[in-house]
Nanobody, 115 residues
Framework: QVQLVESGGGLVQPGGSLRLSCAAS????????MGWYRQAPGKERELVAR???????NYADSAKGRFTISRDNGKNTVYLQMNSLKPDDAAVYYC?????????WGQGTQVTVSS
């Protein structure tokens, strides 16, 4: 069993930055594929970025060049550095952990981008 706790969301002006963190409990964090997803009101949840156990990363087109996902296996934590934020980035951001048929979600953290 893995528990995920996100933090770092908040209100930021367009063009600003935020860093989201996701702390994971449980064993074998380093073997999980960790991802950040987001869901805006009235829209489906979508993948923003993910990082595999070996460190390879994938990004949604909307995140490329602005967001960076990273992980610290010693701290059981995954991060999402978000720069040049736009109003379209506003959403609830969820942390996800996957391994084989196991799939875990955090409770989400709100990101609001507004002047």
């Amino acid at each position: 069993q893995v528990q995920l706790v996100e933090s770092g969301g908040g209100l930021v002006q367009p063009g600003g930055s935020l860093r989201l963190s996701c702390a994971a409990s449980g064993r074998d964090f380093r073997f999980y594929t960790m991802g950040w997803y987001r869901q805006a009101p009235g829209k489906e949840r979508e993948l923003v970025a993910r990082i595999f156990s070996g460190g390879i990363t994938n990004y949604a087109d909307s995140a490329k060049g602005r967001f960076t996902i990273s992980r610290d296996n010693g701290k059981n934590t995954v991060y999402l550095q978000m720069n040049s934020l736009k109003p379209d980035d506003a959403a609830v951001y969820y942390c996800n952990a996957k391994q084989f048929n196991m799939d875990y979600w955090g409770q989400g953290t709100q990101v609001t981008v507004s002047s």
